[in-house]
């Protein structure tokens, strides 16, 4: 069975070729989003069936995915069976399944047995053999035998009856999904079995495809229906299917000359199937009723079963009143790449698929004048109508000089109105492709940036927008050319509120010119093909990340905080690189002055516990200063009492002054040695000798030293002087130097207070601990577009 897979919004891709037998059947739907596939291994079945079951063999090849069922033929004591293992988000209609587990239906496979293991659901039903009547048509090619002709319309034509009465509509009728019993087409016992009802499904009336429901189908057996913008699910698709089958086998080849999924679009589209080859009139008129592209019009059960019986219903007229002209066999060929071309079909295949040659072509003037006169040929055609007559003549016009790229999109599309929307060989169906461009393009593709460059320079998407499968192109263009017109006004906006975006590098990821603008207008793109599917990611991915930052950043939540706006959360996107960095700046700086409020408490806890070790020692020193300046004049105005010199009068001045004089200043040093302390946490802080009276002492007299040991007899002078001035002093008013050295030490007690009660000094020298080595911009998923 040739199984192609396709979403609900655009037309099937390529079909696979199956391995052999019965191959995994594959489900898509749109989006079609990544599934993890937790089946494990599928090259064997799961480990409850091998326990039950012999396996002999696997179906249909390895599964590439969650999108494809595991198939394995196995057998037990009762025969051989098949058996099919879905992923869960891929799983049939469970109405089909039910259906065909109630019912034994005639030519149509059943279900033996239906559950689910590991939380994937499975299926088993009856092997009826491996000869397809696909493999047949390859064992012996040309037109069938009309015995095995017949049998295989009338037992399909009780299947399809028979599925049909149940609402069922198979969906993939192929010569690969009929089994034969045997080769021999002259065996009367032969019979075929209708297998693989996967794609299957349930509907009680004709109805389009829903959005996110499984389409599926093989080209060269689709209806016209089941390939246009939303698939028709509807038991005339089954019909269809069979006339191809029949034409197939009557013509000893398909009637569709094309296998590429877009062009097979293009012919049954535009025409009727090519039917010159089914020679038996029975069978032709047979092929023409169940090939009629109108449904309504088209054959059923009740045609092909009076057809069966010897009688010969009408066709439609639309389709097969006289032989269909082909659309556009013209007088003379216009010759490209060496081959010569009369159908505009096939002209706009070959076009399509070799964009390079054709823009090449055109750019020389004299193939151009050649392809013009080649296409006027076509003006007066009875298959084309008013429109494409007018359109024609506009691109005659548009031929007179070297076509821009929407003039060659133009060209194509008129000549083959069924191609799938594509640019350049790139497909850009609006169902996938157009984001996937995108996506490649901010990863850096050259090819798929220099589409994207295509695509903004030119209105290209909203001509696409008419091809099968290219609605949505032109909502995208318009989102996309919106969303580059804000673009600038919101960076500069935020730009005001961070000056970090004013930064060259920072500004190289919000700006549309340069090699990063066009990753970014890639992005911007992505946005707009993808809608709300990729604002949810760009929300998670900009939650996931606001919640690890180490610091809170302002802009980037408050840039954040509208999640129903993708612009401003595509702008987070590519600035989470920066947020990040800011954030582990912040984080540091926050660290760098938590370490030095703790280095610096840490160094007073040590001072103060030197301190309250050596207070004792600071006040020592203290009572020692104390002692230096006041025992000389106590020793003084004792020795003038004694001598009876100094008037008595001053003498008892003196003595009243001395006593309270020297506890004053005895007190104040005691004061300033318990406050400074012995060893405080600031260098230079320290009571003794930096700030103590007897420091100060011996630091003077140290000073005065050195000069009088170099001039002893002036040494001698001062000293002889300073003797007689306080002997004078003594003698006149002793209770001057009491007075002056408390007024003395309280002034200089002042100024070591103000000194060492000032502000805490800065930190250690040496730089701030630098970011982390992570530190830099989100790597995920491609610089500067962390997602």
């Not at 009088?708 to 130097?737: D, E, K, N, P, Q």
Request: with cysteine; glycine share 8%; proline share 10%.
């Amino acid at each position: 069975m040739e199984v192609i897979a396709v979403t609900d919004q655009g037309p099937p891709s390529a079909p696979h070729a199956p391995a052999g037998g019965i191959p995994a059947t594959v489900l898509e739907t749109a989006p079609a989003a990544p599934l993890d596939d937790d089946r494990g291994d599928t090259s064997l079945p799961p480990e409850p069936l091998r326990a039950r079951f012999r396996f002999l063999e696997p179906l249909g090849g390895r599964t590439r995915g969650p999108g494809e069922a595991a198939v394995y033929r196995v057998s037990d004591a009762a025969g051989e069976h098949v058996v099919k293992w879905y992923h869960r988000d891929r799983a049939p209609d469970p109405r089909v399944r039910e259906l065909l587990a109630a019912h034994r239906l005639p030519h149509v496979t059943h279900l033996t047995e239906t559950g689910v293991i590991a939380g994937h659901p499975y299926e088993i039903s009856p092997s009826h053999g491996n000869v397809s009547l696909a493999r047949y048509r390859e064992l012996r090619p040309g037109p069938a035998a009309p015995a095995l002709l017949r049998a295989v319309v009338r037992q399909v034509h009780e299947a399809l009856d028979a599925v049909h009465r149940l609402g069922i509509v198979h969906r993939d009728v192929t010569p690969a999904n009929l089994v034969l019993s045997s080769l021999d087409p002259a065996d009367p016992g032969l019979t075929l079995t209708l297998v693989d009802l996967s794609s299957a499904a349930y509907t009680t009336e004709e109805r389009p495809a829903a959005a996110g429901e499984p389409w599926v189908g093989t080209a060269r057996y689709l209806s016209p229906q089941a390939v246009a913008a939303r698939q028709m699910i509807h038991p005339q698709a089954d019909w269809w299917s069979l006339g191809m089958i029949v034409a197939e086998l009557a013509g000893g080849r398909h009637p569709i000359r094309h296998s590429e999924p877009g062009y097979v679009h293009s012919e049954i589209t535009t025409r009727p199937p090519d039917l010159s080859h089914v020679t038996d009139p029975r069978v032709l008129l047979l092929c023409q009723g169940l090939l009629t592209r109108d449904p309504h019009q088209r054959w059923g059960a009740a045609q092909v079963g009076r057809w069966l019986a010897g009688e010969a219903p009408p066709v439609a007229a639309t389709d097969w009143a006289a032989p269909a002209p082909p659309p556009g066999p013209a007088a003379t060929a216009f010759v490209f790449l060496q081959r010569e071309f009369t159908d505009p079909v096939e002209l706009a295949a070959a076009f399509d698929a070799h964009w390079r040659q054709l823009a090449q072509t055109l750019a020389n003037g004299r193939s151009r004048r050649r392809l013009a006169a080649w296409l006027r040929q076509f003006a007066d055609h009875p298959r084309y109508d008013e429109p494409a007559r007018e359109e024609l003549a506009e691109l005659l016009r548009l031929l007179e000089r070297r076509p821009r790229p929407e003039t060659l999109v133009r060209l194509l599309s008129w000549l083959g109105p069924g191609l799938e929307p594509s640019y350049r060989g790139e497909p850009l169906a609006a169902d996938g492709d157009l984001e996937e461009l995108a996506v490649r393009a901010e990863d850096g593709e050259e090819h798929a940036l220099s589409l994207v460059e295509d695509l903004a320079r030119h209105p290209l998407l909203p001509l696409l927008d008419a091809r099968p499968g290219g609605e949505g192109l032109a909502a995208a263009d318009a989102a996309w050319r919106e969303a580059r017109r804000r673009w600038p006004a919101e960076v500069r906006a935020l730009a005001e509120e961070v000056p970090a975006l004013r930064e060259p590098g920072a500004a190289a990821l919000t700006s549309l010119a340069g090699p990063e603008g066009r990753r970014l207008s890639a992005s911007l793109l992505r946005l707009a093909a993808a809608g709300e599917r990729r604002r949810a990611q760009l929300d998670a991915d900009a939650s996931r990340r606001l919640r690890r930052l180490p610091e809170p950043v302002g802009w980037y939540a408050r840039l954040v905080r509208d999640r129903r706006d993708g612009l401003r959360l595509l702008l987070a996107w590519r600035l989470s690189g920066l947020a990040l960095q800011e954030s582990w700046r912040t984080r540091d700086e926050r660290m760098r002055r938590r370490a030095e409020r703790r280095f610096w408490e840490e160094q007073r806890w040590a001072a103060e516990w030197l301190n309250a070790q050596e207070l004792p020692v600071a006040l020592a020193w203290a009572a020692a200063g104390t002692a230096a300046v006041t025992v000389p004049w106590l020793f003084l105005i004792g020795l003038c009492d004694v001598a009876g010199r100094a008037p008595q009068q001053t003498v008892t001045l003196a003595w009243a002054w001395s006593m309270p004089a020297a506890a004053l200043i005895l007190a104040l040093e005691l004061w300033t040695a318990y406050r400074i302390g012995y060893l405080d946490y600031r260098p230079g802080y320290r009571y003794h000798p930096d700030h103590s009276l007897a420091g100060r002492l011996i630091a003077a007299g140290g000073r005065a030293a050195r000069p009088a040991r170099r001039h002893r007899v002036l040494g001698a002078l001062v000293v002889a002087a300073a003797c007689g001035l306080l002997l004078a002093t003594l003698l006149l008013a002793a209770w001057l130097w009491p007075a002056a050295t408390v007024l003395a030490v309280g002034w200089w007690t002042w100024r070591r207070r103000r000194s060492f009660s000032g502000p805490p000094p800065g930190p250690p020298p040496g730089p701030p601990p630098g970011p982390p080595a992570n530190a830099g911009p989100a790597p995920e998923p491609a610089p500067g577009r962390a997602s």
